[in-house]
């Protein structure tokens, strides 16, 4: 069986993330969505409620799964037995990060490969970051996320008004 993981922070999930990992689901038997969880970094949504989104629209993808991570990719990877990380591209911009983050998981452990999957062309443009402010400014967003997705969000900048 085929394992791939597609790692990230995921906040909060966007259309783009599902496309990368539906269509790694296409290439692997398995696919584990493995959050981020960095207490070194400030996110707008805890890892719980990450994981919650996450779960809630992955639900109806058999053989993807979501799960959580701290420290290195690459020991989470032994842990689960994967080998495979799926990363998606949207610019050269992120080859350039990407490409260094791969090389440097390969030489921490030789077995792990990254794939690049091309972002699909409507989602080039798409990043989390983007969504917030689109949303904490209260612009339209239902083309960047599922509805579960729009919901927290401007729940979440309701609460902090």
């Known amino acids: 069986m085929t394992k791939a993981i597609v790692p990230g922070s995921f906040d909060p999930v966007t259309f783009g993330h599902l496309d990368i990992i539906q269509r790694a689901k296409r290439l692997f038997d398995q696919v584990i969505v493995a959050v981020l969880e960095n207490q070194s970094k400030t996110f707008l949504f805890s890892l719980e409620e990450r994981v919650e989104m996450l779960r809630e629209v992955t639900k109806d993808l058999p053989g993807v799964s979501v799960d959580f991570f701290s420290g290195l990719l690459v020991t989470y990877m032994k842990k689960v037995n994967a080998r495979v990380i799926v990363r998606g591209l949207r610019a050269l911009s992120d080859y350039e990060y990407e490409l260094q983050m791969a090389l440097t998981n390969h030489e921490l452990d030789e077995e ?13 443009f798409l990043s989390s970051r983007m969504v917030k402010e689109v949303a904490s400014m209260g612009g339209r967003i239902s083309d960047f996320v599922p509805p579960f997705v729009e919901e927290k969000l401007r729940n979440k900048f309701k609460e902090r008004g």
């Open 112 to 124: 792990v490969e990254t794939i690049f999957l091309a972002s699909s062309a409507r989602y080039s």
